[in-house]
């Protein structure tokens, strides 16, 4: 069966340092993956998605995750945050190609200090 | 980008009414839509999936009389929650996705039933 857990519930960062949001997944298949995020009250944004390419992914606004297999991670990093990053960030696994159902993470809310 | 637009995005209903949210998919066909519920501070857990033409299919645990879904073109998908009650207040989201390619989702909407 497919899961995903996300390590933080809550992250707080200052304003131009590193940001880090965990990821670990679990699937019987070759999974495929993506971070997106939920400013308040609004949609879902992806921000990136890997789908079995290269294993370190680039997406918008300079985040980036890779995909380790043999930790079943998919971490998202960002080298330096912005106020503008304050927002809640869901890990997502899609069940097999066909169905692109997907499994939603538990959510990280990751608050950017001035 | 793909987009996906839904509307309203806030609706206000009286206990024992029913409401309708409209899910479009504005510049691609969509073959399949799928309907989420999040509730406040939690995941997105996926209600149903819902094809074109064709009977949605409900995730376990969800009334599929109390959440109607119709899905009558390939860029429509409605979700009409009938007889509304308190507990049925939530965030409402859906998406849509393309053959072959992963989900684009609405803005989504906050339903409250008073």
């Known amino acids: 069966a497919q899961s995903v857990t996300q390590l933080d519930s809550h992250v707080s960062v200052s304003e131009g340092t590193p940001v880090l949001l965990r990821c670990n997944y679990s699937s019987s298949y070759s999974p495929s993956l993506f971070w997106y995020v939920q400013h308040p009250n609004k949609g879902l944004q992806l921000l990136l998605k890997?789908?079995?390419?290269?294993?370190l992914v680039k997406g918008i606004n300079g985040f980036e995750a890779e995909f380790k297999k043999s930790e079943t991670s998919f971490h998202l990093t960002k080298p330096s945050a912005h106020m503008s990053d304050a927002a809640e960030y869901f890990c997502?696994?899609?069940?097999?190609?066909?169905?692109?159902?997907?499994?939603f993470g538990t959510g990280t809310r990751l608050k950017v200090l001035a | 980008g793909a987009v996906v637009s839904q509307h309203p995005s806030r609706v206000i209903c009286k206990s024992g009414t029913s409401v309708k949210i409209e899910c479009r998919s504005l510049?691609?066909?969509?073959?399949?839509m799928f309907w989420y519920r999040q509730f406040p501070k939690k995941s997105l857990m996926l209600m149903a999936t819902?094809?074109?033409?064709?009977?949605?299919?409900?995730e376990q645990g969800v009334e599929k009389d109390k959440f109607l879904i119709n899905h009558a073109s390939l860029t429509l998908s409605t979700l009409t929650v009938t007889s509304a009650h308190p507990e049925d207040s939530s965030f409402y989201i859906c998406?849509?996705?393309?053959?072959?390619?992963?989900?684009?989702f609405g803005q989504g909407t906050r339903l409250t039933v008073v």
């Open positions: 998406s849509a996705r393309i053959q072959g390619n992963e989900a684009f």
């Open positions: 510049d691609f066909q969509a073959t399949t």
């Open positions: 890997y789908t079995s390419a290269a294993t």
């Open positions: 997502v696994v899609s069940l097999p190609a066909g169905t692109y159902k997907y499994i």
């Open positions: 819902s094809n074109e033409g064709s009977k949605a299919t409900y």
